[in-house]
């Protein structure tokens, strides 16, 4: 009884504006928890890198998430259980016994709206600013209600570890790759979409092989040692290459490197014989065909290496890789030309059917699978499982097409037709 003619002889003016009081603690709560709890844990590690006051505090706040809900629970239903007492004592007050349905209603929606929905929506939008606006605040509070916030921790933590949940654990982990390509991909113009194309291969290092990217044996360009000395000159002279592998008989054989720039200074002075080309070789590097190609760069790094030759198991030749083909499946073609593609006027391509499926993907934003043949030509055969003729028409992965050229058994160039 004295506590109730205590609270009927304090003015509704107090009351109401206590209640009002009480609203503004609730949702500073409610937006407060959701700013926090939406922030961006990279972009906060860097502010927290740069030195920004806020973003120090915030990350205090998250590296316990359990206690920061703990407090932000607590203050959250104290101010609404007690709004809600006052309310009901306004109630009496104002309509009787009468009006403490009506009014409880009034008070769940203007709870919903002003202190829940209306202060999380606008921490949803605008976390950074309400997270670090909110949390000299917080920060303090966190250790004022430290032995109240315990005991509700120690249960809830206690219920955790019942059911095999470490609460001390980290509340992020790391992006994995694929998670990493949603965020590189959805940046939008915060990244210009040829960073995004460079970022996106950075990411493909690690799942291509040098079998993705090497250029093959038949399209080796090389010095056999048994041809005769005019025409090795001749070879040389005309090379558009600085570098060449040498061998004897057969690619399978060849036992060094040549860099012409060395050897086009000796092949002017008296003496010039194969001999000197043999004692101007360099050792080869040879690169095993599942080699992955971020392996393959740091070894190119640290033996300051630009040419290799991939080999099979039994040590034969597969192809070739160079630093520049290496380089250009991270930041892609170094000039504008595409080469062993052509547009034509009816928007058709002519395609020269060796050049490998992640190259002609890349040119034409197209999807043609990759896990198995690496180039066109090999694709088509796979497809067709039998030689094809050429004028032979197909439809491949949604793609009509047809063979216009054959070398052989090799299909050496196909037109691909605009869709219909």
């Given at each position: 009884m004295?506590?109730?003619?205590?609270?009927?002889?304090?003015?509704l003016?107090?009351?109401?504006?206590?209640?009002?009081?009480?609203?503004?603690?609730?949702?500073f709560?409610?937006?407060?928890e959701?700013?926090?709890?939406m922030?961006?844990r990279?972009?906060?590690?860097?502010?927290?890198?740069e030195?920004?006051?806020?973003?120090?505090?915030?990350?205090e706040?998250l590296?316990?998430?359990d206690?920061?809900?703990?407090?932000m629970?607590?203050?959250n239903?104290f101010a609404?259980i007690?709004?809600?007492s006052?309310?009901?004592?306004?109630?009496?007050?104002?309509?009787?016994?009468?009006?403490?349905?009506?009014?409880?209603?009034?008070l769940?929606?203007?709870?919903?709206?002003f202190?829940?929905?209306a202060?999380?929506?606008?921490?949803a939008?605008?976390?950074?600013?309400l997270?670090?606006?909110?949390?000299?605040l917080?920060l303090?509070l966190?250790?004022?209600f430290y032995p109240?916030v315990w005991?509700?921790?120690?249960?809830?933590?206690?219920l955790?570890?019942?059911?095999?949940?470490?609460?001390?654990q980290?509340?992020?982990h790391?992006l994995?790759k694929?998670?990493l390509?949603t965020v590189v991909?959805?940046?939008?113009?915060?990244?210009?979409?040829?960073?995004q194309?460079?970022l996106?291969?950075?990411?493909?290092?690690?799942s291509?092989?040098v079998?993705?990217i090497?250029?093959?044996?038949?399209?080796?360009?090389?010095?056999?040692l048994?041809s005769?000395?005019?025409?090795?000159?001749?070879?040389?002279?005309?090379?558009?290459?600085t570098?060449?592998?040498?061998?004897?008989?057969?690619?399978?054989?060849?036992?060094?490197?040549?860099?012409?720039?060395?050897i086009?200074?000796q092949m002017?002075?008296?003496?010039f014989?194969?001999e000197?080309i043999?004692k101007?070789?360099?050792?080869i590097?040879?690169?095993?065909?599942?080699?992955?190609?971020?392996?393959l760069?740091?070894?190119f790094?640290?033996?300051?290496?630009?040419?290799?030759?991939?080999?099979?198991?039994?040590g034969?030749?597969?192809?070739l890789?160079t630093l520049e083909?290496l380089?250009?499946?991270i930041?892609?073609?170094f000039?504008?030309?595409s080469f062993g593609?052509q547009?034509?006027?009816?928007?058709?391509?002519?395609?020269?059917?060796?050049?490998?499926?992640?190259?002609?993907?890349?040119?034409?934003?197209w999807a043609l699978?990759?896990?198995?043949?690496?180039?066109l030509?090999g694709?088509i055969?796979?497809?067709?499982?039998?030689?094809?003729?050429p004028?032979?028409?197909l439809?491949?992965?949604?793609?009509?097409?047809?063979i216009?050229k054959?070398d052989?058994n090799?299909?050496?160039?196909?037109?691909?037709?605009?869709?219909?």
């Amino acid at each position: 009884m004295g506590v109730t003619r205590s609270l009927n002889e304090i003015p509704l003016s107090l009351l109401f504006a206590s209640l009002f009081l009480l609203l503004i603690v609730s949702a500073f709560f409610s937006g407060a928890e959701t700013a926090l709890m939406m922030l961006n844990r990279y972009r906060l590690l860097h502010q927290v890198k740069e030195g920004h006051p806020g973003a120090i505090r915030s990350q205090e706040l998250l590296r316990r998430p359990d206690r920061l809900i703990g407090l932000m629970l607590l203050g959250n239903h104290f101010a609404n259980i007690l709004a809600a007492s006052l309310t009901t004592v306004i109630a009496l007050r104002l309509m009787g016994e009468s009006g403490i349905a009506v009014t409880a209603a009034v008070l769940t929606l203007v709870i919903l709206i002003f202190a829940e929905v209306a202060p999380k929506t606008l921490a949803a939008m605008h976390p950074d600013k309400l997270a670090f606006s909110s949390s000299w605040l917080i920060l303090p509070l966190t250790q004022v209600f430290y032995p109240v916030v315990w005991v509700v921790n120690a249960v809830a933590n206690l219920l955790l570890r019942i059911l095999g949940l470490d609460p001390s654990q980290e509340a992020y982990h790391a992006l994995s790759k694929e998670e990493l390509r949603t965020v590189v991909a959805g940046a939008g113009a915060m990244i210009p979409e040829r960073y995004q194309s460079m970022l996106l291969s950075v990411l493909d290092l690690e799942s291509a092989t040098v079998e993705d990217i090497m250029i093959p044996r038949n399209d080796i360009a090389a010095i056999d040692l048994d041809s005769p000395l005019e025409e090795i000159v001749e070879q040389i002279r005309s090379s558009r290459h600085t570098r060449l592998p040498v061998y004897r008989k057969s690619i399978d054989k060849v036992f060094g490197l040549l860099h012409l720039r060395k050897i086009l200074i000796q092949m002017s002075q008296d003496g010039f014989s194969k001999e000197t080309i043999v004692k101007s070789l360099d050792k080869i590097y040879f690169i095993p065909e599942n080699m992955p190609l971020h392996r393959l760069l740091m070894n190119f790094r640290r033996e300051n290496l630009r040419f290799g030759l991939v080999i099979d198991e039994y040590g034969d030749v597969l192809g070739l890789v160079t630093l520049e083909d290496l380089l250009q499946e991270i930041v892609g073609e170094f000039t504008t030309h595409s080469f062993g593609v052509q547009k034509q006027k009816d928007e058709s391509y002519l395609v020269d059917a060796g050049i490998t499926l992640r190259e002609l993907n890349r040119i034409t934003g197209w999807a043609l699978p990759t896990e198995g043949p690496k180039t066109l030509n090999g694709l088509i055969i796979e497809y067709l499982e039998t030689i094809p003729l050429p004028g032979t028409s197909l439809k491949l992965f949604d793609h009509c097409l047809e063979i216009t050229k054959m070398d052989s058994n090799v299909i050496k160039q196909v037109r691909f037709y605009p869709h219909p």
